[in-house]
Structure formats: structure tokens, C-alpha cells
């Protein structure tokens, strides 16, 4: 157990409908990143969060959008959704705002679009 | 920015072989290089790493090199055993401020009884 809480583990919709992954830190980490991981794909960086502002992002689209609260738990908002936007979501959390420490990741949201 | 291109994307090998894994990135002021596992269904977990002061740094059965001058770096795992199948990616990032982890496309390696 990384101590990197992610929920749902699961997510079915449809086209079109609009989603909320969420990502609970370790302990003491202050920094958050999200990560998309296509079918047979490596780890697509979408954005990172430290301390409650957004620290750098990735190649994330317009139709998604992510905010990590007080609490520095973070949710990843998915809108307009499409086919293609079917595939696993990791977060990540690191203890500072730098990447050159361990991430610890959650088990991922599995997001099937239909 | 920083773009990590990794090789091979699938790898089979008979347990008890040798499996090496290269890793080459863009940007030379990145200088810190993770190796992570991704068994089937689970989620990525550091397996070692290695920043840019040192050419080689070995942990039990697996090592990873670097040459910093021709931006490439290695993952070595020896005696390989079945249970060392799964998806590795390596990684690059910077140390300074807020840089993002950047990964490689994974390799999946089977490692055959």
C-alpha cells in the first residue's frame, strides 16, 4: 500500500457526461500529480499541483480541469467525454514540490467511456 | 521540454538471463533519472533511481548506468526470474524548482521459466 488513496476504482459512462476522479496524498506529501495511461501507452503527465496551486502541466486538454483543495486532496474533472479518453488515471504524491524524490501512486482509476 | 525515448518496447528473455533496458532523454539539465515496475494491474513502483553526480548505482540484482554526455541511461537486471515480469519506464526530471517526471514509453519484459 503506497498510502495513496484513489477513488472510484472504477468508472463507466457515456459519451458527453462529465466525471470527478479523486486522489488522497500520503501523509505529509504536499504535491500531486495526475498521469493518464492509454491502453499499451506510458504514463502521459497531465498536471501537478503543490500545496494547493498549480506547479506545471502536461498535455492535458482543455476538457479537463484539476484542483487540489486545503485538505490536499486533489480531483481531476473530466468533461465532454469522449471514446478516447478511455484509460487509466494515476495520481501520484511526493513530499516536496520537486520531482526528483519518490512517487508514490495510487492504484489508478480505470475510466471506460461508451 | 524534456522528451524521454525508451527501448526496447517488449523484451523476452529465459530465466536466468540478463535483460537490459536503454533509456535516452533530451534535455541536459535534467539530472535525476528513475526506473519504475508496473506489474499487471498495479500501480508503478520505484525500483531504483540515479542523479546525475554518479555513472552507475547497483541495488541486489539490478543496476542502472548513465552517461550524462550522450543524455542516455540504462536499466540492468541479472538473473532475471519470472516474477520480474512486468512494464518498466524510466523517467527524467530536473532537481530545481517544480519540474515534472517525465516518462519513457515502457518496455514489457517477460521473463520465460
Known amino acids: 500500500d503506497s498510502g495513496v488513496t484513489q477513488t472510484p476504482k472504477h468508472l463507466i459512462t457515456a459519451t458527453g457526461q462529465r466525471v470527478t476522479l479523486r486522489c488522497s496524498p500520503r501523509s505529509g506529501d504536499l504535491s500531486v500529480y495526475w498521469y493518464q495511461q492509454s491502453l499499451d501507452q506510458g504514463l502521459q503527465f497531465l498536471i501537478q499541483?503543490?500545496?494547493?496551486?498549480?506547479?506545471a502541466k502536461g498535455n492535458i486538454l482543455e476538457r479537463f480541469s484539476a484542483q487540489q483543495f486545503p485538505d490536499l486532496h486533489s480531483e481531476l474533472n473530466l468533461s465532454s467525454l469522449e471514446l478516447g479518453d478511455s484509460a487509466l488515471y494515476f495520481c501520484?504524491?511526493?513530499?516536496?514540490?520537486?520531482?526528483?524524490?519518490?512517487?508514490?501512486f495510487g492504484q489508478g482509476t480505470r475510466l471506460t467511456v461508451v | 521540454g524534456e522528451n524521454v525515448e525508451q527501448h526496447p518496447s517488449t523484451l523476452s528473455v529465459q530465466e536466468g538471463d540478463s535483460a537490459v533496458i536503454k533509456c535516452t532523454y533530451s534535455?541536459?539539465?535534467?539530472?535525476?533519472f528513475p526506473w519504475y515496475k508496473q506489474e499487471l494491474g498495479k500501480r508503478p513502483q520505484l525500483i531504483i533511481d540515479i542523479r546525475s553526480n554518479v555513472g552507475e548505482k547497483k541495488d541486489q540484482r539490478i543496476a542502472v548506468t548513465l552517461n550524462k554526455t550522450a543524455k542516455h541511461f540504462s536499466l540492468h537486471i541479472t538473473e532475471t526470474q519470472p516474477e520480474d515480469s512486468a512494464v518498466y519506464f524510466c523517467?527524467?526530471?530536473?532537481?530545481?524548482?517544480?519540474?515534472?517526471?517525465?516518462f519513457g514509453t515502457g518496455t514489457r519484459l517477460l521473463v520465460s521459466p
Open positions: 499541483y503543490y500545496n494547493g496551486e498549480e506547479r
Open positions: 523517467a527524467a526530471s530536473q532537481t530545481t524548482g517544480f519540474q515534472k517526471l517525465v
Open positions: 501520484a504524491s511526493t513530499q516536496t514540490g520537486g520531482a526528483d524524490t519518490e512517487a508514490f
Open positions: 534535455d541536459s539539465a535534467s539530472n535525476y
